[in-house]
C-alpha cells in the first residue's frame, strides 16, 4: 500500500512540472538585448484611405454661430462643442446615428454644400476637398474629418477578448494587445493571427511576436475591421487535462487512504 501511494504522490508532482511554463514563452521581442539601435523599425504608419461605407466625424467651424449649428448639430443644445460632441458621438449607436456614411459609390451628402466624393482620400486630402468646397460658401472655414468605424476584433487567449476603437488614425498590433488587457498564460506568441479582409480578398497573417521582425510584417499597423486572434498553446490543453487527472488521481489516493486507515483498525 506504501508503495502505491508513492507512486501516485510521483505521478501528481510529474504532472504539475510538465504542465508549468518557463516566463520565456510569454516573452515579446526575446532578441532584443540593451543598448540596441533599430534605425526605421518600425517604419512609418501607413495613410490610411477613406472607403466606401465609412463613417466619418466631420467638423466645420466658422466664425459665425449659426453656421456652426448648421454644419456641426453638437454644437446646439449643450453648454459647449465638447459637451455637445459627447452627446452626440459619445457611444458605438450615436456615431453610426451622427456620423456622415460614405456611399457605395464613394461620396457623403453635406447641408448647403451637396455631395463630396471623398472615398480614395486621405484624411488630410478629404480635409483640403470639403475646405475647398466651403469656401463656396463659409467664410475662413476650419475642417476636420476623422474616421469613426476604425475597430480591430482582438480575440483568442487575451485577458479581454472584444472589438476595440481607435480614433487616433494608426494602430499598432502591440497596442491593440494593450487596448485588452494584454495576453493569458496560455498563449502562443509564436503563432498570432491577423486576418484582413480588402474588397473582395481575404488575407491571413501570421506574426512571431517573440521576435523583433513583427515590426517589419505587413499587418503591424492594423487597419479597420482587422482580426487579431491569438492562437493558445500546447500546454493549454496538457493543463486542461491535467486538471482532470489531478482531480481522478486525488480521489483514487483519497479511497487508497481511507482503506488503510479502515484496513489498521
Do not use: W
Amino acid at each position: 500500500m506504501k508503495r502505491i501511494l508513492i507512486f501516485y504522490f510521483a505521478l501528481l508532482t510529474v504532472i504539475f512540472l510538465t504542465s508549468c511554463r518557463s516566463s520565456k514563452d510569454l516573452t515579446m521581442f526575446q532578441d532584443l538585448r540593451d543598448n540596441v539601435s533599430l534605425y526605421k523599425i518600425p517604419e512609418k504608419a501607413p495613410e490610411y484611405f477613406i472607403k466606401p461605407f465609412d463613417n466619418l466625424y466631420l467638423s466645420i467651424l466658422t466664425l459665425d454661430p449659426q453656421v456652426n449649428q448648421l454644419f456641426n448639430p453638437s454644437t446646439a443644445g449643450g453648454t459647449g462643442v465638447a459637451s455637445g460632441t459627447q452627446q452626440m458621438y459619445g457611444d458605438r449607436a450615436s456615431q453610426y446615428i451622427n456620423g456622415y456614411m460614405v456611399t457605395e459609390e464613394g461620396f457623403i451628402t453635406l447641408p448647403i454644400l451637396g455631395q463630396i466624393a471623398v472615398a480614395g482620400l486621405n484624411l488630410q486630402e478629404a480635409q483640403e476637398r470639403i475646405k475647398q468646397r466651403a469656401e463656396e460658401y463659409l467664410k475662413e472655414p476650419n475642417v476636420k474629418v476623422k474616421v469613426l468605424n476604425f475597430k480591430v476584433n482582438v480575440t483568442g487567449e487575451v485577458e479581454q477578448p472584444g472589438l476595440y476603437y481607435n480614433y487616433e488614425g494608426s494602430l499598432n498590433i502591440i497596442d491593440a494587445l494593450s487596448m485588452a488587457n494584454g495576453i493569458t498564460q496560455f498563449a502562443d506568441l509564436q503563432n498570432v493571427l491577423v486576418i484582413r479582409h480588402n474588397e473582395d480578398v481575404t488575407k491571413t497573417y501570421n506574426l512571431n511576436l517573440t521576435d523583433k521582425s513583427v515590426y517589419l510584417s505587413d499587418v503591424f499597423y492594423l487597419q479597420p475591421n482587422d482580426i487579431v486572434y491569438v492562437k493558445p498553446n500546447r500546454f493549454k490543453r496538457s493543463s486542461e487535462n491535467n486538471n482532470i487527472y489531478s482531480l481522478i488521481l486525488s480521489t483514487v489516493s483519497t479511497i487508497l487512504v481511507a482503506a488503510t486507515v479502515i484496513s489498521n483498525y
